[in-house]
Every structure is written in structure tokens, then in C-alpha cells.
């Protein structure tokens, strides 16, 4: 959170300031806001390595390195999957970090979907 605070914020104060704003304007939950999130994150390099390797062995026969292109190419389908998949997750999150109301993840994801 504190992270995401440096980025928006106009004036610029030191970390343990910024950490004492956050503190009195939420409290403690406010210092883990987004939390949730950044673990589901961690899905996005889980999804983009599964597809990779699913495609890789169709594409590679008879244990050959497999040309440069074709790496390429995989590895741009697979990326560009794992990223759609986790952009909005990311956009609520980033919204969440924004939000002034102290709303929680969950709720952004509602406003964006269902507003």
C-alpha cells in the first residue's frame, strides 16, 4: 500500500511519513489494502508458464531445440493469455489503491462490473 501511496501522492514525504498518514487515515488494514490481490496475481506467471509448455510440446517434435520463432511465438500467446486473463483483477486493484473511501477489492470489482 505504501508503495502505491508514493505513486499518487502530490507532495512528497518520506516513507515513514507516508506509512504514519496511511496509519491514521484506515489504521492497520489500510497498510495491507490490495494484499488479496497481488496473490492472486501471482497467477499470472502460473497461467502464462502452463500455456507456454502446453504449446511448446505441440509445436516441438522429436526432442529438437525448437527454433527461435517458434519460441517467440509461444511465448507471446502465452503471455498475452495470462495478461487477459489477470488485467482486470489488476485494474481493481489498482482502483482500489485510489479509492479515498477505503472500499474494499471486492467492492471495486463490483462497482466496475455491475455500475
Given amino acids: 500500500m505504501v508503495q502505491a501511496w508514493l505513486c499518487v501522492q502530490k507532495d512528497k514525504k ?41 504449446l511448446r510440446k505441440k509445436v516441438v517434435w522429436g526432442g529438437r531445440a525448437p527454433e527461435f520463432l517458434k519460441i517467440l511465438l509461444i511465448s507471446s500467446i502465452a503471455k498475452s493469455i495470462a495478461t487477459l486473463v489477470t488485467y482486470p483483477i489488476l485494474t481493481c486493484k489498482t ?12 467492492k471495486v470489482i463490483w462497482d466496475v462490473y455491475w455500475d
Fill in 14 to 54: 518520506s516513507f515513514f511519513e507516508n506509512v504514519k498518514d496511511i496509519l491514521k487515515e484506515g489504521g492497520i488494514k489500510a497498510l495491507y489494502k490490495g494484499v488479496l490481490p497481488n496473490w492472486i496475481l501471482v497467477i499470472n506467471p502460473i497461467i502464462n508458464f502452463v500455456i507456454y509448455e502446453y
Fill in 95 to 106: 482502483l482500489a489503491y485510489v479509492e479515498k473511501e477505503n472500499k474494499s477489492v471486492f
